[in-house]
C-alpha cells in the first residue's frame, strides 16, 4: 500500500496557520501538481483561495478532529485520489487526537506549530497541557508578529524545555525573519571522565542521552534513580530511572533506561540508588527497536531520594 505523506501545522486560532499553508500551497516548489487533500480541522477568519495555487489539484475538506475516523480519512484520500495530506489541525485539541486516527499507510512528514508571539506566553501559563503537546512534536516552531529586537529568551527557553532539537524561526513585524542560534550548554560536562548528572538535571541528562546516544557512547554516567523492574528481559536487568514532568501533574511519566546489573533481581522495586554505569548506544526493543542508551552497571548503592523526587526540565 502506498505510504501518503501528511504535513501537519498546529497552533492556537489566529496563529497565522492558515496564511502559512496558502503562501507553501502557492508556491511552485511545494505545488507542483500533486494531488493534496487539504484538512482543516479549525475555521479562522483567513480563508484558503485554491484560484491562486498554480495547480488546481487541492481538495479542501473541513473535519470535526474529534469526530473524523480512519475509514472516514481514508476514504477522502480515495474520494479525491490524493498523493499527500495537508492537515491545520484544531489549537485547542490535542494533536495525539489526530495522530491516533491516520489510516496505517499515513505518515507524518513534518509537523510546524505556529505560535503568535503576542499571545504565547500567556497561553502557555493558562493551557500548557495543551501548549507543550504542540511544542513536543513540532519539527519546528515559527514565532510570527514579533516587534523588532524584542527578547526572544523568554520564547526560546519554553521551547527547549519541550526539546532540544526542534528548529525555532522568529517572524518580525518588518517583515525579516531570523532562526534561533541561541546555545544551551548542558548543565554537566559531557567532556568528563564521569559525568556527574545532578538530581535538578536527570530529565535533560534522560532526554539527550535519548535523542543523542551516540554521544554518550563509552562514557560513564552517575546519578540518583528508583528502580524499576522490566516485564521483559527480568534476568540480570532492570530499568533506572526517574518520575518526569514535563508540565504539570497530569503528564507525570516514569523515564527509565535498561540496565544490565547481575543482582536486579535483588532490588527493591521503587527504592532509591546511587547508580554508576557505562552507557552504550544500542538496537534496543525497549526503544521500539530503534538506538537507545543502554547502562551497563558499574555500581548500585543505595541512596536517598533526590530532591526534587519528581524531575523536571526547567
Known amino acids: 500500500m502506498r505510504v501518503i505523506p501528511v504535513y501537519v501545522f498546529t497552533g492556537f486560532l489566529d496563529a497565522g496557520k492558515t496564511k502559512f499553508i496558502q503562501e507553501t500551497l502557492c508556491d511552485p516548489r511545494f505545488n507542483a501538481g500533486e494531488r493534496t487533500l487539504l484538512l482543516i480541522c479549525e475555521e479562522g477568519d483567513e480563508e484558503y483561495d485554491i484560484s491562486a495555487y498554480p495547480h488546481q489539484n487541492v481538495y479542501l475538506e473541513v473535519v470535526d478532529q474529534t469526530a473524523i475516523t480512519p475509514e472516514q480519512l481514508l476514504s477522502l484520500q480515495k474520494k479525491h485520489k490524493a498523493e499527500r495530506v495537508v492537515a491545520e489541525l484544531n489549537g485547542m ?8 486516527k491516520l489510516p496505517e ?3 507524518v512528514a513534518q509537523e510546524v506549530m505556529f505560535a503568535d508571539s503576542t499571545t504565547f506566553l500567556s497561553y ?10 504542540k511544542l513536543m512534536g513540532a519539527q519546528m516552531v515559527v514565532f510570527n508578529r514579533l516587534k523588532p529586537g524584542a527578547d526572544v529568551m523568554p520564547y526560546h527557553k519554553i521551547v527547549r524545555a519541550a526539546s532540544r532539537s526542534t528548529d525555532i524561526l522568529y517572524d518580525y513585524l518588518d517583515g525579516s525573519t531570523q532562526f534561533d542560534e541561541i546555545e544551551d550548554p548542558l548543565p554537566f560536562d559531557i567532556n568528563a571522565s564521569v559525568i556527574e548528572i545532578e538530581d535538578r538535571d536527570y530529565a535533560l541528562w534522560y532526554r539527550d542521552a535519548s535523542e543523542e546516544p551516540q554521544k554518550y557512547h563509552g562514557k560513564t554516567v552517575i546519578f540518583k534513580a528508583q528502580v524499576a523492574k522490566l516485564r521483559r528481559f527480568k534476568e540480570n536487568m532492570f530499568a533506572p530511572g526517574r518520575f518526569v514532568m514535563t508540565c504539570c501533574e497530569d503528564d507525570i511519566q516514569f523515564c527509565g533506561v535498561p540496565c544490565k546489573f547481575p543482582g536486579a533481581e535483588k532490588l527493591e522495586p521503587r527504592s532509591w540508588i546511587r547508580v554508576e554505569a557505562t552507557v552504550s548506544a544500542e538496537v534496543h526493543t525497549l526503544f521500539g527497536d530503534t538506538m537507545g542508551p543502554v547502562l551497563t552497571a558499574v555500581s548500585i548503592k543505595p541512596a536517598a531520594p533526590a530532591v526534587p523526587d519528581v524531575a523536571t526540565f526547567m
Open 105 to 107: 499507510n499515513w505518515e
Open 124 to 133: 502557555n501559563a493558562n493551557m500548557r497541557n495543551l501548549m507543550m503537546d
Open 93 to 100: 485539541q490535542f494533536v495525539s487526537s489526530f495522530y491516533g
